[in-house]
C-alpha cells in the first residue's frame, strides 16, 4: 500500500503558563499524543469542542510552532526536527487558510500582490510568467483579475476575500490544505459557493484537506473520514458515514446529539444525550480518560486506565472502555467483559465520498502548472 500524504504519530504540544511576576502557573495540554493520517485527495474532517486542541493541532502538524514532541510525516519526510530552510521547502506543498480572510491577508496588499507573494517568495518563474499565474489563480477561484486582481481585501466581501486567501494557498501548487474554521464566517450561500469551490479543487488537483469546523453537519458533507477531539486527544476515528449513523463514542454521541433539530415538533437534543457542563481544564485534565468527568457512562475504570484507541468497525476507532455499540459491554460492565470485548471488532463499513451542495455557477477548469 502506498504510504499517506499525511502521517501524524504521537504529536504532543504543550505551552507553558505563567501567572503575575513570571512564575510557572501549570502546563497547558493542548494536544496530548494525538495520531492520525490524510491520504491524497482525501478529506479529513476535525470537530471538537472549543479549546479542544484543533489549532494547536493544525499548527503543530505545520511545525509552527514546533510541537513538543511526536512525528509529522509530509509526502514521506519527517518535518519534525528539520533545519529551519529545509522546513520551508518541505512545508511548500501544505498550505493553510484560516477563518478570517481579513486577519489573514495584509490589508496594505492588492489581491494580485497576495497572491503573487508565495511565488516571489520561492522564486517561481519570471514576472511575466508570475503574473499570468496570478491571473489563472484568480480565474480559478471565481474572481475575474481585471476586476478584483487591483482591490485591497477591505474592497472584497468575506467570500471574495476567502477566495484571495484560497488563490493564495494554491499558488505553490500545494498537496494538503489545512482549512480552520475557512468557511465559518461565511454567511450560507457563499459558505455553499466556497465549499463547492475547495470540492471541486480536490477533485481537479487531487488536493487532500484537513477540514476543521465546529459545525458537525458541514464536516459531514464535505469529509471522507472524520476524526473527534476532546481535551488534545482524538477520541473517535472513522468513515463520516459511519461515525455519523453509528457513533463509538460517548463524547460523539452527544455532540451529535447537539446538531439542532430540522424538525420543529423535536427541537431539543434526546434527553440524557446532549452535552452538559464546560470542559476541564487542559492544564489539569482528568486522569484515565479525559471525558469522564462529564460521561453518562463513566465507569471506576475510566478514572484509572486511559482507554487507547481502538478499531471497533472496520477503519473506525474509539478510546473508550464502554464504547456505544451494540456489541459493546453494557457501562455496568466489569474491567474483565470489556477486556474481552477489545478483541471483537464489530460491523464493518465502506468508505463512502459525500458530495458538497449543487454548484450554483462554474468557474474554469484547473490545471497544475508544467
Ligand atoms: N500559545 C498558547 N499559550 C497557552 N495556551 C494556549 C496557546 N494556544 C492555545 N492554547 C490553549 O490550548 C487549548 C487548545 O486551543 P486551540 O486554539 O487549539 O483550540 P481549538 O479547538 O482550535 O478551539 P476553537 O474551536 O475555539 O478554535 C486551549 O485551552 C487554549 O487556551
Ligand atoms: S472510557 Fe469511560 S468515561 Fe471515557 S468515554 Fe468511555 S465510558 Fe465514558
Ligand atoms: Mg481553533
Excluded at 75 to 87: A, D, F, I, S, Y
Excluded at 151 to 162: F, I, K, T, V
Excluded at 185 to 206: F, Y
Aim: with cysteine.
Amino acid at each position: 500500500m502506498s504510504e499517506p500524504l499525511l502521517e501524524v504519530s504521537n504529536l504532543v504540544q504543550e505551552f507553558t503558563v505563567r501567572g503575575g511576576g513570571g512564575v510557572k502557573a501549570g502546563v497547558v495540554h493542548a494536544v496530548s499524543g494525538v495520531s492520525f493520517s490524510v491520504e491524497p485527495g482525501e478529506t479529513l474532517g476535525l470537530v471538537g469542542e472549543t479549546g479542544s486542541g484543533k489549532s494547536t493541532l493544525a499548527r503543530a502538524v505545520l511545525q509552527a510552532p514546533r510541537p513538543k514532541s511526536g512525528s509529522v510525516r509530509f509526502r514521506g519526510t519527517e518535518l519534525v526536527g528539520l533545519k529551519h530552510r529545509q522546513l520551508v521547502r518541505a512545508r511548500r506543498h501544505m498550505q493553510l487558510v484560516f477563518q478570517d480572510p481579513f486577519g489573514s491577508l495584509d490589508p496594505k496588499w492588492r489581491a494580485r500582490a497576495l497572491v503573487e507573494e508565495p511565488l516571489v517568495a520561492f522564486k517561481v518563474g519570471s514576472k511575466g510568467e508570475r503574473r499570468r499565474r496570478v491571473d489563472e489563480l484568480l480565474d480559478v477561484v471565481g474572481l475575474d483579475p481585471s476586476r478584483f486582481g487591483n482591490r485591497r481585501p477591505r474592497e472584497l466581501s468575506g467570500g471574495q476575500a476567502q477566495r484571495v486567501a484560497i488563490a493564495r494557498a494554491l499558488a505553490l501548487d500545494p498537496s494538503l490544505i489545512i482549512c480552520d474554521e475557512a468557511v465559518s464566517s461565511l454567511d450560507v450561500l457563499i459558505r455553499a459557493q466556497v465549499l463547492n469551490l475547495l470540492e471541486r479543487l480536490r477533485s481537479e488537483l487531487g488536493l487532500a484537506y484537513l477540514f476543521i469546523a465546529h459545525d458537525l453537519a458541514l464536516v459531514k458533507q464535505v469529509s471522507d473520514r472524520v476524526a473527534v477531539m476532546y481535551l488534545g486527544k482524538v477520541v473517535e476515528i472513522g468513515p463520516a458515514d459511519s461515525l455519523y449513523r453509528e457513533p463509538l463514542h460517548p463524547y460523539t454521541v452527544a455532540l451529535l446529539a447537539s446538531i439542532p433539530s430540522p424538525d420543529p415538533e423535536q427541537p431539543q437534543a434526546p434527553v440524557g444525550k446532549a452535552i452538559h457542563g464546560e470542559p476541564p481544564s487542559p492544564i489539569d485534565p482528568p486522569s484515565g480518560c479525559r471525558f469522564r468527568t462529564r460521561c453518562p457512562r463513566a465507569q471506576d475504570l475510566c478514572a484509572t486506565l486511559e482507554p487507547p484507541l481502538r478499531e471497533l468497525a472496520a477503519n473506525h476507532y474509539a478510546a473508550c472502555h464502554f464504547p456505544v455499540t451494540v456489541d459493546a459491554p453494557a457501562p455496568e460492565a466489569s474491567a474483565e467483559e470489556a477486556a474481552r470485548a477489545e478483541s471483537t471488532p464489530t460491523v464493518p463499513v465502506a468508505t463512502p465520498t459525500v458530495p458538497v451542495a449543487t454548484q450554483p455557477s462554474r468557474p474554469p477548469t484547473v490545471r497544475r502548472p508544467s
